[in-house]
């Protein structure tokens, strides 16, 4: 079968597309043919390489999976050949304390599809039944490829991280990026003012329409200054901030006292510098977050089919074109996801 493949740290161009074996299916395990794969910022970080974490490559890319039942195993009895699913691409082991405490995104020996082991950029992928849910109805395969990483780690960052509540303020950077497109959608569901941040004026008019309210282009503003004017110098009681380096500590003297601040990436760089007293005299609160729990899918599939939640899809590639999705990614190119489809 037909899969890209990372065999060393390096450009976009460094992704290999070669043939491999079709996995070996499990008992406990079903076999999916894989219809879509989205692309996301983990993708980037696993293909270039991370300082001071260590990645098991090779390795086949690709988290956010959905597909058709091919096979199942001889122990599972939820899934029929034939059947639309989607994948859930968190690995844990299920008996640690974490796991038992349904915290599986705490798992000491968990991991994510296309991190840990391999993922969803390859025509077949065999995966434990208990990760496998039926696709809404409503939803295309690449539209089911906007939804796990994304809509799974902004659940949860705002509702169990920031524990948000109807008539917070939150400020969300980088409109245009997949999570902070589910952030917003979030953030609006529960009755939030939100404000967002882009350098591009039509990605700010974009995120209006899926319930932004107030908007600062960072090209033309600083968003410190805006937030401090549109606050009358207030601040905002939540921060979603996934940029880091200098922006962080920007991101602090946004929040009013007691504030949240809460980050799931650091696409701009992860060493900081911190003014620390600000954080305990105005009694903040800095959460980091990846990824989140079995229920927390759950919850999202629940507000994708209600359709209070909607998918972002900025386009579709071929597998053979993955280098540019890459490329796409980190040139900012994208309001939302790209996904690769078979």
């Not at 005299?281 to 800095?286: G, M, P, V």
């Amino acid at each position: 079968m037909k899969a890209a493949i990372i065999e060393r740290h390096g450009p976009p161009e460094s992704i290999l597309i070669t043939e491999k074996p079709m996995p070996l299916l499990k008992d406990t395990q079903v076999l999916v043919r894989v219809k879509a794969c989205g692309i996301n910022h983990l993708d980037i970080w696993v293909r270039r390489g991370v300082a001071g974490h260590k990645f098991p490559l090779p390795m086949v890319p690709g988290s956010d999976i959905t597909g058709i039942i091919e096979k199942t195993g001889v122990s599972t009895t939820r899934f029929n050949p034939g059947d639309r699913v989607i994948i859930n691409p968190g690995i844990s082991c299920g008996s640690c304390m974490a796991c038992l405490n349904c915290e599986e995104h705490l798992c000491s020996k968990g991991g994510l599809l296309g991190e840990t082991t391999d993922g969803g950029c390859q025509e077949f992928i065999a995966v434990e039944e208990k990760q496998v849910y039926l696709l809404p109805p409503n939803l295309t395969f690449e539209q089911g490829a906007c939804i796990p990483i994304n809509y799974v780690t902004a659940w949860q960052m705002l509702m169990k991280k920031a524990k948000i509540k109807s008539q917070e303020s939150i400020l969300i950077h980088a409109a245009g990026s997949g999570v902070s497109i589910a952030c917003i959608q979030i953030a609006k569901m529960v009755g939030l003012q939100v404000y967002v941040t882009s350098s591009s004026e039509e990605k700010l008019q974009r995120a209006k329409v899926l319930g932004a309210q107030r908007f600062i282009c960072t090209a033309k503003e600083s968003f410190v200054e805006a937030i401090r004017n549109l606050t009358s110098k207030q601040g905002v009681d939540v921060v979603i901030d996934h940029v880091g380096g200098s922006t962080l500590m920007d991101s602090i003297r946004c929040l009013k006292r007691g504030g949240r601040l809460v980050s799931c990436g650091a696409t701009a760089g992860g060493d900081i510098t911190l003014n620390w007293r600000m954080v305990f005299f105005k009694n903040i609160a800095l959460l980091g977050s990846t990824y989140g729990t079995s229920q927390d899918f759950i919850e999202v599939l629940k507000k994708i089919e209600e359709k209070i939640f909607f998918p972002t899809l900025d386009q579709t590639m071929k597998l053979e074109d993955l280098s540019k999705a890459h490329t796409l990614i980190e040139n900012r190119k994208l309001f939302g996801k790209v996904a690769i489809a078979f």
